[in-house]
């Protein structure tokens, strides 16, 4: 059986691990490198390395986080943020990124998925994006959004038209080889993941799926896996919060009979 995987989450500003709700409000929470290094130590699957300026500032994407995180980290890193271009993607790759995460960039640009697959493979292609419910009133809704989930890019910053749902399928087709479902409502909640649109896309692709945004508890993250069939949990604000430990997740985990590693 297949192990569910629990992958701790750095959001970082100016070199700067944060944390902040629905995108909003972000406090500074440490050093990337010592968060990885603690949290690789109690057991973490991988490390998601965000560079969550880089795509509203129009920047490329700070390779140094890369360097700072692989320099301690045992497991596998997954590199997002403003990525633009093959070249880029290569820098990270080198650096010592194991995979790509892209999100804004590629909704204004789906042939960027495309050439990616085709240079670095489907194992290294990460779509990342951020879905907004929508109310049933919208004009969103019933023109585009069919699955009450409209994507934003940019942090939150600007709304895309695109169905949630559709994007998915759309990305899958072209080859990533899985896909981050962080829910913006759910964001820095702690409130749990937005399980809905988690399994609408679980059911709507053959790839892996990761929950994001919202998780609060072990129950939470357990419902990611039952309810909602992901493959993984993205998990951030709790850990640094000092709230759970990967380790003590984990054995939680165990006992409502997910399987982990």
């Keep these: 059986m297949k192990c569910f995987r629990i992958i701790p989450c750095l959001d970082i500003i100016n070199r700067r691990v944060t944390k902040g709700v629905k995108f909003k409000d972000n406090i500074d929470l440490g050093d990337p490198g010592e968060l990885a290094l603690r949290y690789c130590q109690e057991g973490a699957d991988e490390i998601v390395v965000y560079d969550i300026t880089a795509s509203a500032e129009q920047r490329p994407f700070d390779i140094e986080l890369v360097h ?7 497991c596998p890193i997954t590199a997002g943020g403003g990525i633009a271009s093959l070249q880029e993607m290569e820098r990270i790759l080198d650096a010592g990124a194991k995979k790509l995460s892209v999100n804004s960039l590629a909704v204004k640009n789906p042939a960027l998925i495309a050439e990616s697959v085709k ?9 990342g994006m951020d879905p907004v419910a929508v109310t049933p009133q919208s004009d969103t809704v019933t023109a585009n959004c069919p699955s009450g989930y409209e994507i934003s890019i940019r942090g939150f910053r600007e709304m895309t038209g695109k169905d949630a749902v559709d994007w998915a399928k759309h990305a899958a087709d072209m080859g990533v080889g899985e896909i981050v479902v962080n829910s913006v409502d759910a964001d820095g909640t702690r409130l749990g993941f937005d399980l809905n649109i988690t399994a609408k896309i679980v059911d709507a692709v053959k790839i892996s799926v990761i929950a ?3 998780a609060g508890s072990s129950e939470h993250i357990r419902d ?24 003590q997740i984990k054995e939680d985990l165990r006992t409502f009979g997910v399987p982990v590693s």
């Design 212 to 214: 994001s945004g919202g």
């Design 119 to 127: 240079e670095f493979g489907s194992h290294a292609i990460v779509l």
């Design 224 to 247: 990611a896996y039952i309810i909602a069939k992901a493959d993984a949990a993205i998990v951030a604000g709790i850990l640094h919060a000092n709230v759970l430990t990967i380790t």
């Design 68 to 74: 700072r995180v692989a320099e301690v980290a045992q």
